[in-house]
């Protein structure tokens, strides 16, 4: 349901960038994480809805979906995790910190160049 | 279009990639941080109370004001889609109570909790509750200004529910397992399973088993809440 609002708030985002002299924006990256709470495929779905009638109509949507990562507190390494464990790999530690897997955000912008002389 | 002369010819030769980085929640997360800061500069603890529908939140809150009422002035910030019960029942039991009707959407977001603010008398209260809409995944991902995120867990639900909905246990400040008068009468809930799985989501913090037709549990969950309330109190005193 929520994602209709996250794609409220990409527009809010994408209003916010400065324009580039020369160039218009074709294409956006957002990226997900599986501990974001955002259903990729839902999201993919919204946005079109979303920006039909807004100046982005054009702009294509790619998703970029994450991995989980995660940072031992206890041996220091890294290592990567499930969404339901995540543990650290090599010690089992439960002391551990989420580094990458909870992104719900929009990450690049694609300008394509004009082509007329 | 051409943002430069308004042309509609763009082409992909020699696009331009350029990285940003901008949270697609930064609206709501700023609403919730304004929330928690006025709570924070008057003192007032605010959990967010989340489970799954009939888990048992208003109960808890019920028993929860008659134990913390005579000392403490308590208030409740009630979500749901439809009625205006809770918030009676909340009434009922003696504190202050703002109903929140969303209508179709599956929980709270940082904007309806500001509007049920500015509706109590927040210089008065020490404790605010927002029961949040019964769902263990929306919620999970609207952070509304809360100090402290409070999960219910039904044991009459399955102990894997932590494994099912990491978004939601991960985020749990307390575990609170609920209706454990059932357990008796359920064979199928394994408590220390329901707190492995929660443990995996690299969640320190303890299951605590509750009731609230009999009170088991509640007098360790007040002084938790007594904890924190010390602790918004005291970072108020040293702001």
New interface residues.
């Given amino acids: 349901?929520?994602e209709f609002?996250?794609c409220q708030?990409?527009i809010?985002?994408l209003r916010?960038?400065e324009?580039?002299?020369?160039?218009?924006l074709?294409g956006i990256e957002?990226t997900i994480g599986p501990?974001?709470?955002?259903e990729p495929e839902l999201l993919r779905h919204a946005y079109p809805l979303v920006v039909q009638n807004t100046?982005f109509a054009q702009v294509r949507l790619s998703l970029n979906q994450s991995s989980i990562q995660?940072q031992c507190l206890d041996c220091k390494q890294r290592s990567s995790a499930q969404?339901?464990?995540?543990?650290c790999r090599h010690c089992h530690s439960?002391?551990?910190m989420?580094t990458a897997g909870n992104e719900?955000?929009?990450?690049?912008?694609?300008?394509?160049?004009?082509?007329?002389v | 279009?051409?943002?430069?002369?308004g042309?509609g010819?763009?082409?992909?030769?020699?696009?331009?990639?350029?990285?940003?980085?901008?949270?697609?929640?930064?609206?709501?997360d700023a609403e919730a941080a304004h929330n928690r800061e006025h709570l924070s500069r008057q003192g007032t603890l605010c959990l967010n109370l989340m489970s799954s529908p009939g888990a048992g939140k208003t109960a808890l809150l019920q028993q929860l004001i008659a134990r913390l009422q005579p000392q403490f002035k308590v208030a409740v910030i009630e979500g749901d889609l439809e009625t205006e019960n809770d918030a009676e029942r909340i009434r009922d039991a003696g504190a202050l109570a703002y109903q929140i009707n969303t209508g179709?959407?599956?929980?709270l977001?940082a904007k309806q909790v500001h509007h049920a603010m500015h509706h109590l008398p927040l210089d008065a209260i020490d404790i605010l509750f927002i029961e949040n809409v019964g769902n263990l995944?929306?919620p999970?991902?609207?952070d509304l200004g809360q100090h402290k995120n409070l999960v219910l867990l039904a044991c009459t639900e399955g102990d894997d529910k932590?494994?099912?909905y990491?978004?939601m246990f991960?985020a749990a400040d307390e575990v609170l397992i609920s209706k454990v008068d059932l357990l008796p009468v359920l064979d199928d809930f394994d408590l220390q399973r329901a707190c492995i799985?929660l443990?995996?989501?690299?969640?320190?913090v303890t299951c605590l088993p509750i009731s609230a037709k009999t009170g088991a549990g509640l007098d360790s969950l007040v002084e938790t809440l007594n904890q924190w309330l010390a602790d918004i109190r005291e970072s108020k005193a040293s702001a």
């Avoid at chain 2, 179709?104 to 929980?107: G, N």
């Fill in positions: 349901m929520h609002s996250l708030g990409l809010q985002a916010a960038q324009p580039l002299a020369q160039r218009s074709l957002v501990l974001s709470g955002v100046e995660v969404v339901n464990d995540l543990r439960i002391h551990t989420l719900c955000a929009l990450t690049h912008l694609y300008y394509g160049e004009h082509d007329h | 279009m051409c943002e430069t002369c042309c010819v763009t082409t992909d030769k020699n696009p331009l990639a350029v990285e940003v980085l901008h949270n697609l929640t930064a609206a709501n179709t959407a599956c929980h977001d995944v929306c999970a991902s609207f932590p494994a099912k990491p978004v991960r799985y443990k995996q989501l690299a969640n320190p």
